[in-house]
T-cell receptor
Framework: NAGVMQNPRHLVRRRGQEARLRCSPM?????VYWYRQLPEEGLKFMVY????????ESGMPKERFSAEFPKEGPSILRIQQVVRGDSAAYFC???????????????FGPGTRLTVL | DQQVKQNSPSLSVQEGRISILNCDYT??????FLWYKKYPAEGPTFLIS?????DKNEDGRFTVFLNKSAKHLSLHIVPSQPGDSAVYFC????????????FGKGTKLSVKP
């Protein structure tokens, strides 16, 4: 059973370009969380999605950031018009059950390290 | 404002001794706490958790203690091994939340042979 997959592992963008980060949850998991880790910081929650639904996006910046988890395919975190401050490691996590049934650990992918030049 | 605080950025311990990593929190709505271990260039790996209805949870060499009145938890690793060298993150989840985790900044543990 493969773990959470994220690609690309490293992504370099110039200011103003778009960044697309992909996350494939573990098999059987339909709940996906995105976190961002800035240098020397802990992980910060961004968004929680179920298939075709955004459940909680309270941690997402209001502009330039969007996320989706379509019925088929991976979850995508999209950052438009990137700026240097977007440089960070972006981690995706998945879980098999909704939080109220599984107050449980989330399984993390290896992360995508975004560098904005 | 930081709701989960790990005040020690680093800790160095001799192999075979006990490692104690500390974590403080401010939000009284937190009712579930987790410890994650992270190696460089990898994602966090779940280690151990504790519900707020308990004050101790043990799993092999790892024990987590929760002191609700002090809003403090600690992770004990005994005996420490060189392979335990990693960054350890404390995380918490709030009652009524959607399950998103609030992380501390991490403590880098070095276990010296």
């Amino acid at each position: 059973n493969a773990g959470v997959m994220q690609n690309p592992r490293h992504l370099v963008r110039r200011r103003g370009q778009e960044a697309r980060l992909r996350c494939s949850p573990m098999k059987g998991h339909s709940h996906v969380y995105w976190y961002r880790q800035l240098p020397e910081e802990g992980l910060k929650f961004m968004v929680y999605l179920q298939k075709e639904n955004i459940i909680d996006e309270s941690g997402m910046p209001k502009e330039r950031f969007s996320a989706e988890f379509p019925k088929e395919g991976p979850s995508i975190l999209r950052i438009q018009q990137v700026v240097r401050g977007d440089s960070a490691a972006y981690f995706c996590a998945s879980s098999p059950l909704p939080p109220k049934y599984s107050y449980n650990e989330q399984f993390f992918g290896p992360g995508t390290r975004l560098t904005v030049l | 404002d930081q709701q989960v605080k790990q005040n020690s950025p680093s800790l160095s311990v001799q192999e075979g001794r006990i490692s104690i990593l500390n974590c403080d929190y401010t939000n009284s709505m937190f009712d579930y706490f987790l410890w994650y271990k992270k190696y460089p260039a990898e994602g966090p790996t779940f280690l151990i958790s504790i519900s707020s209805i308990k004050d101790k949870n043990e799993d092999g060499r790892f024990t987590v203690f929760l002191n609700k009145s002090a809003k403090h938890l600690s992770l004990h690793i005994v005996p420490s091994q060189p392979g335990d060298s990693a960054v350890y993150f404390c995380a918490a989840s709030a009652r009524g939340s959607q399950g998103n985790l609030i992380f501390g900044k991490g403590t880098k543990l070095s276990v010296k042979p």
